[in-house]
């Protein structure tokens, strides 16, 4: 017969982590994961207490691109910094901003729209978005997105954009967004990367990798509880996963 205290010492030991997207490995999809070359840069910053392994999407999303860095941290002194390579112009990096302005509230029908320091539609949305190298995600919940944006002055030199999704998060009632346009941080990328890229199949890509894993969260949550996330203390507000980290 078993030993009660062995069967619950097996069970009390972590599960064995993904080394690339760092979810537990019953949640690992990276075998299905589909490469993408991108133009632009994508660096996600990451808050260090982001703790959602099973629902977060931040090293699934870089995992897809060749052009993409991954940074846990609260601040870094400059761009160049936290990509950790020379970048001539921080102006031409966009950063998908936390401020009060929503596209609904904008009147324009854009899935991205560039804004003034001031938070207004910027004028020639065009020639703005065309000239964009990279975009800064930033990935916690919401208190920790902000937290990341007033810890980083080097932002405010980055060209500030928002989201205008035409649906909400997939994420459903697995996880709810203070804002209809709250978005996962794999959402946020998929919308800004395919367009300024003009690219439909990155969206495509990255939708249908973020439905397997929700997929596989369903289907490992009934055997496996214990890989839930725990419930965020009150008050606290989850963020673009927006790019908004998952």
């Not at 207490?49 to 977060?56: I, N, S, Y």
């Not at 346009?181 to 800004?192: F, P, V, Y």
């Amino acid at each position: 017969m078993s030993n009660p205290q062995d069967t619950a010492a097996a069970a009390a030991e972590p599960l064995p982590e993904c080394p690339h997207c760092q979810k537990p490995m019953p949640l690992c999809i990276c075998d299905s994961v589909t490469p993408i070359e991108n133009r632009l840069g994508l660096l996600i910053l990451q808050h260090p207490q982001e703790q959602d392994r099973a629902l977060g999407t931040a090293r699934l999303t870089a995992k897809h691109f060749a052009n993409a860095t991954v940074r846990v941290g609260l601040s870094w002194p400059s761009l160049s910094k936290a990509l950790g390579r020379p970048v001539e112009n921080a102006a031409r990096w966009a950063v998908l901003y936390l401020g009060s302005a929503r596209a609904a509230d904008l009147e324009t029908e854009s899935e991205i729209v560039a804004l003034t320091r001031k938070g207004e539609v910027a004028e020639n949305q065009r020639a703005i978005l065309g000239k964009l190298e990279g975009v800064v995600l930033l990935d916690g919940t919401w208190s920790q997105a902000k937290a990341l944006w007033w810890r980083n002055p080097w932002m405010l030199k980055c060209q500030r954009v928002i989201l205008n999704p035409a649906h909400p998060s997939r994420y459903g009632r697995l996880r709810r967004e203070p804002r209809r346009d709250g978005l996962s941080t794999i959402e946020a990328a998929a919308t800004i990367l395919a367009g300024l890229e003009r690219r439909p199949d990155i969206a495509e890509t990255l939708h249908a990798s973020f439905e397997r894993m929700l997929a596989r969260y369903r289907e490992v949550q009934a055997e496996m509880p214990e890989l839930a996330p725990k419930p965020a203390p009150k008050g606290r507000r989850r963020d673009f996963r927006r790019g908004k980290r998952h």
